[in-house]
């Protein structure tokens, strides 16, 4: 199924809008490999543009990543070219409770669509794979307040990173994230302070424990990988 072209973002009233900024880098050891070692020319850069690698960094959600069509999506984003890129569709660990601490119960999770990219480092032994959200939206429940939230909600920036470095024998999770929410106007007297550690309270810890996951993702990944090339 060819999902739905993206829309433009929503214009928010800034006046009344609560910001969310996480950054979060976790660093775990890679696995003692033992006698299952990467023949010499094979390196972190070959072992990261592997379908199993990119599954593995997309892990850590409630459900599976999924590839997304390219004829879905714009051509160009940040002047790359997409049909360079795999696309994948992530949905990410969400938040359960009272809107704004006093509106109704719900429960929501960002779905985002990537792209990724692999990039070498000066060293051999170390390479990137870059994800890149170039469309994001909520889904949950109850449906009605789903789309107010898609109406209000603005993913300004979300960029996760993992670094595989196999001479340090490490691998590096590092997300930044900003989204903005314009607050409606029943729950604008609600201080925007507490709305925002609020949101951060609810986000931060699962955001954190999805980038572990992603770490022990990737050095299970790697650990086949090494053993078969």
Known sequence: ??????????E?????????????????????LGGARPRGDAT?????????AMRAALAGGPEAPS?????????????????ELQLWRVKAPGFAGRLFFVGPRV???????FALETSREASPD?????????????EGTPGAVVRWINGAYRA???????????ALETITTSLDLQVVVEVPAPFRWVDTKKIED????????????AMGNVCDEVAAAFVEWASEV
Do not use: C, W, Y
């Open 1 to 10: 199924m060819v999902a739905d072209p993206p829309e433009p973002p929503p």
């Open 12 to 32: 928010l009233n800034n006046e009344h809008a609560v910001v969310l900024e996480l950054t979060t880098r976790v660093t775990r050891a890679l696995p003692a």
């Open 44 to 52: 972190a850069f070959d072992f990261l543009n592997t379908d199993a």
């Open 67 to 83: 590839p997304v069509p390219h004829a879905s999506e714009a051509s160009f984003f940040e002047d790359k070219d997409l049909a």
């Open 107 to 113: 429960a929501l999770s960002p779905v985002n669509v």
């Open 126 to 138: 170390a390479a990137v794979l870059t994800l890149t959200q170039i469309r994001g939206e909520m």
């Open 156 to 166: 300004e920036r979300t960029v996760t990173s993992v670094r595989v470095d196999t």
């Open 198 to 209: 609020g949101m951060r309270e609810a986000f931060e810890p699962q955001t954190e424990e």
